[in-house]
């Protein structure tokens, strides 16, 4: 039950950032490296987010054992399993926080689910049709056998979020508590179809970048603000024009639309496709990419 | 893929009050009364936790729809949808959250993987072994085919938590949120392993509140402090005593032991039982209670 995690320690120009790649997964402890993903690159200097920087020594390319910490500490053992030597990335306030290591880790989990886990962010404006589209996927992709777990921005709220207001700094908070709870279940091996507005660009990037490459798929439900506030199944439009709601997204607060989503949701002309439609073509892209299987 | 819940309205003394039982999960949107279930209890006074209040109308007991949303809105339907009566309990805060019914819930999750999903939450001294339970649980359950998540205390603090400090009440909210998340892992069909100190019983018992009744399971490793403390596996009861960690649990701050915990685990005599041992006790109790399928 061991991971056979595919890894490239990569050496750098300063021995400070020598890092892993791609970017461990959170449950990751011991990363056992293979001689020949050894690989040796003295001149990178830009480092992906998220990854744990590695104090390796010098005369020590072969150690066969990485224990990578998401916390940024990282320990260079050999194939004896003693330690070499050992780094301390982010500061001093958690250093007496020990990751602990599971016996069960994702490739584990994901076998018996027969499906990879990943965070299915869907963004867009109130009244785009999100929590549709989280809907109709969460069926379709459960009638194909496929374990999904929705975290819905309003039904977060009413529990793990619940301290939080609407201000600017609760809204950030609440979105980053609902990329790391979306982490975690990606991390279960789950599909977690993550349905919230999240409209600045820098919290939507924050959540992608706790998330290995690739398991991060943005879906932009990209329908017209005049589209959705005729909709306005919440009323909140309404009382957002009349003033009575502040800051509401796309009335006097902004929705920064995404650049380079995965996957964009809109309209056909004047007709937006069926919740099914739009789950469908979400549905092909995790197929595409592998998702759909261990 | 709709749920068949199984829950009685109760009537009670005043109409603000009347519930349903047993208390809704999480995910439940519109649960459908059969006529039969409609119970009548006038003078029921105590009501459970968690319960969504009802403000039933009088004349309408034949009503065919609850809608039941964990933050005390409660929609009584008619059978054609139509809206009879609409109550709010905790207070005006979150008026403009809707709870999304999901067309997916806990009982089709469940029926996917086999299980039940619940939270399986250890609680003991530093030392005491959890994580090492944790651990051998998570690999018997794996290798049953049950699919399982450790929560564990110190790695949440790498992620979600990474906000709090080991303050009082930075601790209390660690574990809230931990609670939380466990409870949507619940959700979502997943035997949830939560590996927390949580050494207060009003904080263990405010996470046991929220979720339905039986599926948070206490584990507490009774494991004297003595045994913790000479095992010191991350010497932090050695810092603790030389005064270097303050508000050490166990040392300078207390463990209230739980008083009616579902599992016990304990030393034999002066031996402690393998770690294998004690996670087949706790598989015994899941067999037992129905954890362990659909």
Known sequence: MTASAKFTLVY???PELDF?????????GFAKFR???IGYQRNMTSISKNLAPIKAMEGSRMQSYVEVKPNGHAVTNDSNGSILHKSLANGMESENIVWHKSSVDKIDRQELLQQK????WITGLSGSGK???ACA???ALHARGKLTYILDGDNVRHGLNRDLTFKSEDRAENIRRVGEVAKLFADAGVIC???VISPYRKDRAACRSILPDGDFIEVFMDIPLCVCEARDPKGLYKLARAGKIKGFTGIDDPYEAPLNSEIVLRQEGEVCPSPETMA???ISYLEEKGYLQA
Chains 1, 2 share one sequence.
Request: hydrophobic share 30%.
């Open 280 to 282: 469908e073509k979400v």
């Open 137 to 139: 996927l969460t069926g």
């Open 35 to 37: 001689t020949t993903s």
């Open 20 to 28: 892993v790649h791609p970017p461990p997964s959170t449950k990751l």
């Open 12 to 14: 750098t120009s300063s």
């Open 117 to 120: 886990g990943c965070v299915l």
């Open 193 to 195: 179809i993550a349905s």
């Open 131 to 133: 929590s549709t589209v």
